[in-house]
């Protein structure tokens, strides 16, 4: 499928100028698309059951959103990690590495962009809005321009554009190609949404429209368009955790989709993931749901006046999963020897678990079980 063409430029290099977008106005997905499209579908629509049923769906939903930042910031090189930015959101202490303001510039650019999705449309001004979030203040290796699109030539891999893997579109062409996924993302189609989401993040991901921060602010962008939707009622899917695990077929097929023009396989491997990512997060929304109640029970057994604080602190576990006395006073209203006792008491049922077990003072802990149905592979 024709994308576009690589048309020579004044420096000497060969810049991709992209063609009308969409190319076409249907799409003729291959029996494996299909096939992929529906269990996508199908996952999407037992996802939204499953979830509209846990008791603290945003507690669910700030998690993910962390996962989801962490994720897509690894994808681009920060090591830090999505229990780095829990510690740090609480301040519970301030020797962090320092790539996790990455997570925490993304936490922030993705809860801005939901609450203004609900005030405007999504549109190039939503866009430019949640990439100034994104990098104001945030590390970069160049100028970023937080907010702007590009006014100069920007390229993928080596250390010019006469080097370069590849050339995205010169800036002249920039704002004429993003209006265009403007258009797309907002016109009635024969094209399914998930497909048009696929297309949405490969044509953002060939405009580089921003000097920095293109593939983070694209990955926003697909949360962003799947919520305009519909398609689910709240964000609780997130494909970054699947780009990380297949990072090099991630950028091979975006590239084949620009070099190349190879559309299909490039869907075939988002619908999959759409697939993969909301089954597994229909299973941690049913794990949830049974360790909630599992814990809830042992606490009820508890009796007396020391149940009420218990389940405070449960309550407040599944949004902040990693905490101190200081954080369960404040959560509970209970002395510092009360909260001591109450900690005391969730490590001896097996909830909580001391992080930094040599020391004495200032310790930490963490809800291990709970921590773990979004961290572990």
């Not at 398609?231 to 899917?237: K, M």
């Not at 007396?304 to 902040?320: D, E, F, I, T």
């Amino acid at each position: 499928m024709k994308i576009g063409n690589f048309v020579q430029q004044k420096g000497g290099f060969k810049a991709f100028v992209p063609e009308k977008f969409p190319p076409v106005t249907s799409i003729d997905l291959s029996p494996f698309a299909e096939k992929i499209h529906t269990k996508a579908s199908f996952m999407l629509g037992k996802l939204d059951g499953i979830t509209n049923l846990l008791p603290d769906l945003d507690f669910f939903i700030f998690m993910y959103v962390r996962k989801e930042a962490a994720l897509s910031s690894q994808i681009e090189g920060t090591k830090a990690t999505m229990i780095d930015a829990i510690e740090a959101e609480t301040e519970l202490t301030a020797d962090m590495p320092l790539d996790v303001s990455d997570i925490l510039h993304y936490i922030e650019a993705m809860n801005y962009g939901l609450k203004k999705l609900v005030q405007i449309p999504l549109s190039l001004r939503l866009i430019r809005e949640v990439h100034r979030v994104l990098l104001t203040d945030a590390r970069t290796d160049h100028f970023a321009d937080p907010g702007n699109f590009r006014t100069s030539q920007n390229w993928i891999g080596g250390g010019s554009p006469w080097t370069a893997r590849f050339v995205p579109p010169p800036p002249t062409e920039v704002l004429q190609a993003m209006g265009d996924i403007e258009l797309f993302m907002h016109e009635d189609s024969e094209i399914p949404p998930l497909v048009k989401a696929a297309l949405i993040h490969a044509q953002f991901e060939t405009i580089h429209p921003f000097l920095d921060g293109n593939g983070r602010a694209g990955r926003l962008l697909m949360t962003f368009y799947l919520c305009q939707q519909g398609i689910l009622e709240r964000p609780v899917l997130y494909l970054s955790e699947y780009f990380k695990k297949n990072r090099e077929a991630y950028f091979d097929l975006l590239n084949g989709y620009h070099n190349k023009g190879e559309v299909v396989p490039w869907i075939e491997f988002f619908l999959e993931g759409i697939a993969q990512v909301a089954e597994k997060a229909v299973a941690t929304s049913k794990a949830i749901n049974v360790l909630r109640e599992e814990h809830m029970d042992k606490l009820s057994a508890l009796g007396g006046k020391r149940v009420k604080p218990a389940m405070m602190l449960l309550q407040n576990l599944y949004s902040l999963p990693i905490v101190d006395a200081k954080k369960v006073e404040q959560w509970t209203g209970l002395s510092r020897p009360s909260a001591n006792a109450l900690i005391k008491e969730f490590v001896r049922l097996g909830f909580l678990e001391q992080r930094d077990k040599e020391k004495k003072y200032g310790r930490r802990f963490e809800y291990k079980r709970y921590l773990s149905l979004f961290t572990s592979e």
